[in-house]
């Protein structure tokens, strides 16, 4: 019987196995950001104990920055405090940090693979859910609690029992105006929250392979939002390409990338196939992820959404979500930050000016993104269509600095979670793709983004 | 620890995120304390800090260390914020039908027993402690039992507990004293390790 990527990754990480169900598993890479490293580095202080591989620690400030001005310091106080102590910390420790202004500073998610950081085959954690975006590269990637950041920074391991395997599979073509947003809003809505708990997924079928690495890590992100606890897409050319021209690789590394394929006989403890065809743009209607509809439906056309949300979100069963009008948009975060997902917005709105009432935002993942954006000219692009081109940064998906919506408000939003509270007290969040976010953008309601195509 | 008996709290609602544990607003301390006065804190409290009457959390015993809630408890952000939340408000176990996996991780790291049961047993748990707010609970880590023994009800389940995460929750041993002790097997590894 073969075997899955995800078993062959997991073995050959095992430093030792403790019982029938536990591994002592070896973490190749460490990504750590201001927010819930600080109480993990208390601790080693504490214990006495001292940095394992400082090398294999990467240090970023994304979660509690500021979007704009970010040449000046921090204004609240307890922000630059936490900024301050990753920095102290990351001294202390001979850890790289890119910091706010840095080259590479951006979404810890972002500045991962775009500096070669990530790589196949590894096993990399974080304090931060949506690690699983790292899966894109045929890795086993996945967010940890703050005591696993501490254990990590002492050991380089945790201790961990290994994953059941779920194979997700998309078959046929998407068609025109259907991204890699919409295709994991989809699974997420067939799956619900709990779907795939206590699973690692791999994403497999056509769809997936066509794929850029954008795509993939758009796609890979998310499965943390049908509870699993990652998500990866098998090691191929696309993803070779794009790793050899960020880091150099040596031979011997390379061979053993390929031999970490899943076998075609292998055995996962599930499988579900989805077909392209059936996927149209998304958008969710209530407070929880899996509350996904295809755009042109009604809100009813979700089943899990419970009283409480919609009440939250004030919208009404039978109410189309098409036209319902929106207050704010979103574009960035680990999900939807990067540069074909700016291309793709400048695509739409080129030539066009958001309604008066409606604030966008667009938060680039990272100082490159930022850069290469300005290179191509979509910085003006979004500026003459009304829009707000701002720094780096977590922004808006979490509001933990400035950027934040206000009570009762709608939003629709790139990002990858709509629970009550998440974008600001009383805010109400439609995720979406962002064709979708540009399109509602330019029409100040939600807006099907194939109307602005062709 | 290894008996814990106390009245319960009930939350019925499924899919409570860590974002509704701990608002990511309370996320901008470098400390682990006092973040039991700000759990569930927008579902607890008004624009204006003022307590919601009507929010159910607050109708039971502030002295109970169990907590009953919905399916797929802790899902949502790895904050473990939010297991040092429900540790700081004093809850020592948190039952439900389904526990996301980083927050049942934080919870063991925290000393909190996430406990599976099944959703008719959760339904019923639910329905009983609902009404009755000063009866008891036993919950035996050893044993793995929860047991509910009253007048007009007994319930007597087996829940399922990691054997290592079990012998560190009774002896208090933590995974990072742990795996610092096995440093030698680690640095053995790295050895051979390619990547």
């Known amino acids: 019987m073969g075997e899955t990527i995800i078993d062959k990754i997991w073995d050959v990480h095992v430093v030792k196995s403790i019982t029938d169900q536990v591994d002592m598993l070896y973490i190749d890479r460490h990504f750590i950001h201001e927010v819930t490293s600080p109480q993990a580095f208390s601790g080693l202080k504490e214990k006495g104990l001292s940095v394992l591989r400082p090398e294999r620690v990467t240090a970023v400030a994304d979660h509690n920055v500021p979007t704009q001005n970010q040449h000046l310091p921090i204004e609240n106080e307890l922000s630059k405090k936490q900024v301050d102590t990753l920095l102290s910390n990351c001294t202390d420790h001979s850890i790289e940090l890119f910091g706010i202004g840095h080259e590479k500073n951006g979404i810890v998610h972002v500045i991962g693979p775009e500096n070669g950081l990530t790589q196949p085959g590894m096993t990399i954690v974080c304090g931060d859910s949506h690690t699983s975006t790292h899966g894109a590269f045929g890795a086993i990637a996945f967010g940890i609690g703050t005591s696993q950041v501490e254990q990590v920074l002492a050991s380089q391991c945790l201790l961990l029992s290994r994953p059941k395997t779920m194979k997700v599979e998309v078959n046929g073509k998407l068609s025109t105006g259907v991204g890699a947003k919409d295709v994991v809003l989809y699974i997420i809505s067939k799956l619900g929250t709990e779907g795939a708990t206590g699973h690692f997924v791999e994403y497999a079928g056509d769809v997936f392979r066509s794929f850029s690495m954008e795509e993939r890590m758009t796609v890979c992100n998310m499965s943390i939002e049908m509870g699993a606890r990652g998500g990866l897409v098998g090691i191929d050319e696309t993803t070779i390409n794009y790793v050899k021209e960020r880091a150099t690789i040596s031979d011997e590394k390379l061979a053993f990338w390929k031999t970490l394929n899943s076998d075609q006989d292998a055995k996962f403890d599930q499988t579900i196939t989805f077909r392209a065809e059936d996927i149209h743009p998304m958008v969710t209607t209530g407070t929880s992820p899996d509350t996904g509809v295809d755009i042109a439906e009604t809100v009813a056309s979700s089943t899990r959404n419970s009283e409480k949300g919609l009440e939250y979100m004030g919208l009404k069963n039978e109410q189309p979500m098409i036209g319902t009008k929106i207050d704010y948009v979103f574009i960035g975060s680990c999900t939807n930050s990067r540069i074909e997902d700016l291309r793709a917005v400048a695509g739409i709105v080129e030539g066009h000016k958001k309604p008066e009432g409606v604030t966008v935002w667009i938060v680039p993942g990272s100082n490159k993104v930022k850069d290469q954006a300005v290179d191509e000219g979509l910085d003006k692009i979004f500026i003459d269509a009304g829009f707000e081109f701002r720094e780096p940064g977590c922004s808006a998906c979490l509001a933990m600095n400035d950027d934040k919506i206000p009570s009762g408000a709608l939003c629709i939003s790139t990002s990858n979670r709509n629970f009550e509270g998440r974008q600001g007290d009383g805010a109400r969040t439609v995720l979406a793709s962002p064709i979708t976010a540009a399109a509602s953008a330019i029409n100040g309601k939600i807006t099907d983004p194939r109307t602005y195509l062709n | ?195």
């Open chain 2, 1 to 195: 620890m290894d008996k814990i008996i106390s009245t319960a709290i009930v939350l019925d609602r499924d899919n409570i995120d860590t974002d509704q544990i701990i608002p990511a607003k309370f996320l901008k301390s470098t400390n682990k304390e006092g973040f039991g006065d700000r759990l569930f804190y927008n579902w607890r409290y008004d624009e204006n800090d003022i307590p919601k009457e009507d929010f159910e959390f607050l109708k039971y015993q502030k002295e109970s260390k169990i907590l009953i809630a919905g399916n797929n408890f802790g899902c949502g952000s790895s904050r473990e914020h939010a297991a040092w939340a429900i540790a700081d408000y004093g809850i020592e176990v948190v039952i439900s039908s389904q526990f996301a996996d980083i927050f049942k991780g934080n919870a063991l790291n925290n000393g909190i027993v996430p406990i599976t049961v099944s959703e008719a047993c959760l339904k019923a748990l639910m329905k009983y402690f609902e009404r009755e707010k000063s009866c008891p609970i036993e919950v035996d880590i050893e044993e793995q039992t929860l047991i509910v023994d009253a007048k007009d009800i007994f319930i007597n389940v087996k829940f399922d507990i990691d054997p290592l995460k079990k012998e560190f929750i009774l002896t208090g041993t933590t995974e990072i004293e742990y795996l610092v002790e096995h440093q030698a097997d680690i640095i053995n590894f790295e050895k051979t390790h390619v990547l």
